[in-house]
T-cell receptor, first 118, second 108 residues
Framework: NAGVMQNPRHLVRRRGQEARLRCSPM?????VYWYRQLPEEGLKFMVY????????ESGMPKERFSAEFPKEGPSILRIQQVVRGDSAAYFC????????????????FGAGSRLTVL | RKEVEQDPGPFNVPEGATVAFNCTYS??????FFWYRQDCRKEPKLLMS???SGNEDGRFTAQLNRASQYISLLIRDSKLSDSATYLC?????????FGGGTRLMVKP
């Protein structure tokens, strides 16, 4: 049973380019969360999605950032026109049932995608 | 005021020492509490949940004080492998909010 799979693990982009980060949740998990961790800082919530729905995007910057979790395929976090301040580790986590169920409290994290903007 | 506050450390302790971390939170609607562990450049991993009555898992003991809005983690008989950043985490609804973490370094 594979865990949460994120790719790419490392991504280098120049300012102005686009970054796409992908996340496949654990088997049986239908809830996906994206967090960003800047160097030497804690994790900051970005967005919470279920299949085909954005449930909470209160942590997403208003511009250049978007997320989706289509019916088929992984969740994608897209950053357009990247700037140096976007350099960070982006962690995806999944849980089975959101606010319901015994496992809902616990998030399982992927290994993260480290974005470096030159 | 941050939602979850932790002393960033680092806490430098010798092997075998007992060390305690505290964490304070501001949202009284917080429903569940956890300690996660994060090794350098790795993903966070659940260490233990924190229950109102306090709970223990081997060398680790967690306590919750709802009235004062803080939780604590006690590590007894520290091992070199305990060196990591310990993240205080609380849940409100579907949201998990992370503290900035406390860094622990256990020295031989």
């Amino acid at each position: 049973n594979a865990g949460v799979m994120q790719n790419p693990r490392h991504l280098v982009r120049r300012r102005g380019q686009e970054a796409r980060l992908r996340c496949s949740p654990m088997k049986g998990h239908s809830h996906v969360y994206w967090y960003r961790q800047l160097p030497e800082e804690g994790l900051k919530f970005m967005v919470y999605l279920q299949k085909e729905n954005i449930i909470d995007e209160s942590g997403m910057p208003k511009e250049r950032f978007s997320a989706e979790f289509p019916k088929e395929g992984p969740s994608i976090l897209r950053i357009q026109q990247v700037v140096r301040g976007d350099s960070a580790a982006y962690f995806c986590a999944s849980s089975p049932l959101g606010d319901r169920g015994a496992g809902a409290n616990v998030l399982t994290f992927g290994a993260g995608s480290r974005l470096t903007v030159l | 005021r941050k939602e979850v506050e932790q002393d960033p450390g680092p806490f430098n302790v010798p092997e075998g020492a007992t060390v305690a971390f505290n964490c304070t939170y501001s949202n009284s609607a917080s429903q569940s509490f956890f300690w996660y562990r994060q090794d350098c450049r790795k993903e966070p991993k659940l260490l233990m949940s924190v229950y109102s009555s306090g709970n223990e898992d081997g060398r680790f003991t967690a306590q919750l004080n709802r009235a004062s809005q803080y939780i604590s983690l006690l590590i007894r008989d520290s091992k070199l492998s305990d060196s990591a950043t310990y993240l205080c985490v609380l849940r409100v609804g579907n949201m998990l909010t992370f503290g900035g973490g406390t860094r622990l370094m256990v020295k031989p």
